[in-house]
């Protein structure tokens, strides 16, 4: 690996291996080997997932500091262990970095994801340290989850569950797109926030262990994400807008009017909330779960509006270039 501002792949490990020192019981050894060794006895529904960040296309690097974007791709991969119902039990991390990145900058961007693994639980045992021409970060965790929740599950007479907050991540990157770094109210901090440091709703992912027949993570938007459960499931996903908005917190209610632009659309269309979407049955509901819809038969993602009485049909979300919003909606 190419030398730069004192970044060498055998004078920066030593230094990762003391910052991600674990002491789970599960890692027999971690960084410092060829391979990492975990020791996972009895363990049953173990999940594995990949999630990379990449300059341009999911961030920018004018937007968050290195410690946030460590947070934020850590937690962004561990969401999808969540939305199973498990619990992350490890991580790899494999950082590409371009040209006049050097060891101070990738040990602020690991003090990021050790905050993250520390607040998750989750020993980081390893990874990969390469030279490319934008930053890149991509995150392998591997979860535990005893009665793994998939897309495939609803069934039709089921709820549909919101378990965390929607819309702030996307207002936060609306105020970020404008130029604003430090918002002036309380509401525009707070989306600011959901957007740098998002949080894997880990706690309500177990909590939907053994109650929800189907869920997803929130990365591509409400709509957009409730569409890959409806196709896997096989069912029609129906959208109460009244009961949305009513799940909608007060904070981005404000920040919507100051920007101009409508708190549903942000919740439907807007990406990177990383809260969780389920199905299941009313009696098996989670207690910090909101219902926001139902499963019906037929295909697709349908929004229903008690004030016209029709129903129409959702389409478009986010997509990652460059952090755009593309809200569509379609009959």
């Known amino acids: 690996m190419a030398r730069a501002r004192g970044l060498s792949e055998f004078s920066v490990i030593p230094r990762l291996k003391a910052l991600f020192r674990s002491n789970a019981a599960q890692v027999t050894v971690g960084i410092g080997d060829d391979a990492a060794l975990l020791t996972l006895a009895q363990r049953s529904g173990l999940v594995w997932t990949v999630d990379t960040a990449v300059e341009h296309v ?29 619990a992350p039990l490890a991580a790899l991390s494999s950082v590409i970095f371009p040209a ?21 639980g989750c020993s980081v045992v390893g990874g990969n340290l390469s030279r490319g021409t934008e930053l890149s970060i991509t995150t392998t965790v591997l979860g535990h989850a005893p009665r793994p929740i998939l897309r495939s599950g609803a069934r039709v007479g089921d709820e549909l569950w919101a378990c965390g907050e929607l819309g702030l991540a996307a207002a ?20 600011l926030l959901a957007f740098r440091r998002p949080r894997a709703q880990l706690q309500a992912g177990i909590a939907l262990s053994g109650r929800a027949r189907a869920a997803i993570d929130i990365s591509d938007g409400l709509a957009g994400d409730a569409a890959h459960v409806a196709r896997a499931s096989k069912v029609r996903l129906v959208i109460e807008l009244d009961a949305l908005e009513v799940a909608l917190t007060p904070a981005l209610r404000r920040l919507a009017l100051e920007l101009g632009v409508s708190a549903l659309s942000l919740a439907l269309y807007g990406g990177e909330d990383y809260a969780l979407l389920a199905t299941g049955p009313a009696r098996a509901r989670p207690s910090g779960a909101s219902v926001i819809g139902r499963v019906e038969k037929g295909q697709g993602v349908w929004l229903a509006s008690s004030k016209t009485g029709r129903q ?10 460059g952090g755009r919003i593309a809200p569509r909606m379609g009959r």
């Open 312 to 321: 129409i049909r959702a389409s478009g979300g986010f997509e990652h270039s």
């Open 58 to 86: 999911h961030f920018e690097r004018g937007w968050l500091t290195l410690e946030d974007l460590g947070w934020r791709s850590f937690h962004a991969a561990a969401s999808d262990v969540s939305a199973m119902g498990g």
């Open 100 to 120: 006049r990145f050097g060891a101070s900058e990738l040990e602020r961007l690991a003090r990021g994801q050790r905050a993250a693994a520390r607040a998750l």
């Open 172 to 191: 936060g990157l609306r105020l970020l797109q404008r130029g604003t770094r430090r918002g002036s109210s309380v509401a525009a901090r707070r989306a």
